[in-house]
């Protein structure tokens, strides 16, 4: 299941270099237009739009990067002018957060509804499938991946799967990541699932960019749905944006700081913003195409 290349012998960063691919304007233009919120620019669309966008990345082998942004990660953009910067510079950013799109709604007047990450990858596979676009699946674990390619099996027969890999949990070594990097681009997919939570796997994206030739998309938990080993919440609930509240109570000992927090801070900001809108002291802008 996992792919790797054993390096011996060979200077990593002079094997990183050789794989570094041309960035050409043409490749990393962005179709979507985006909309500020908070300090992220969010891409709005309809789902088909985001699903034809995405394919049409990893069909001209673009190496662009899709972050699927929720409440948690614009906190983390908020305060951190790094991980701002690697949002800044994804090709596409979903409104994975039901908060998220409501909030590009009552700024912008945007009809947009939620581009789960949970829901995009389903989409996205089986798009794929339908049109002959080739998928790698990289990281969580080796349990989880053997179900996902399971069910992926028996639910999409023709998708071309060229690659999974289920990496360490510890920081690479220079030699183990450009093995890691030549062994996706060997196996040259469109798409590249990365599950490696919130904000690794936007990290590991970015510092990626360039060097693996596919479209990367961020996707977190939702191998673990797709994969059938963690139940989604009903649609109605999600209607009702109760879908944290039933991450809580799967891993209250993990999330609950986070969520005291990112939540109580992403209200806190966006309650400011409604207020200085009253008061004339800020207007909603648009940036209609680009980042």
Known sequence: MGAGLIATGVNPAQLLRSLT??????????????????????????????VDTILQLGATRSSAYVCCANVHMLVEAQQHQDFRRILSQAHVVTPDGSPVAAA??????????????????PALLTAAAER?????????????????LAQVRQQLPTLRVVGAHSPPFR????????????AINAADPDLLFVALGCPR???????????????????????????????????????????WAYRLWLEPRRLWRRYLYTNSRFVYLIGMQVLGRWVGRSQPHSRPVGR
């Open 21 to 50: 691919l041309p960035l050409l304007p043409q490749q990393v233009r962005v179709m979507l237009p985006k909309r500020p919120v908070l300090d992220s620019w969010i891409s709005t669309g309809q789902p088909a739009e985001f």
């Open 104 to 121: 590009i709604r009552f700024f912008h007047r945007v009809p947009q509804e939620r581009i789960a990450g949970m829901d995009l990858l």
């Open 132 to 148: 002959g676009h080739s998928v790698y699946f990289y990281g969580t674990t080796e349990t989880v991946l053997t179900a996902l």
């Open 171 to 182: 920081p690479l070594t220079p030699v183990e990541d450009a093995a890691e990097v030549a």
């Open 201 to 243: 796997q936007e990290r590991w994206m970015a510092a990626h960019q360039g060097c693996i030739r596919a479209c990367m998309l961020g996707v977190g938990q939702a191998f673990l749905v797709y994969a059938g080993l963690e139940p989604r919440l009903p649609a109605w609930a999600r209607h009702l944006w109760l879908e």
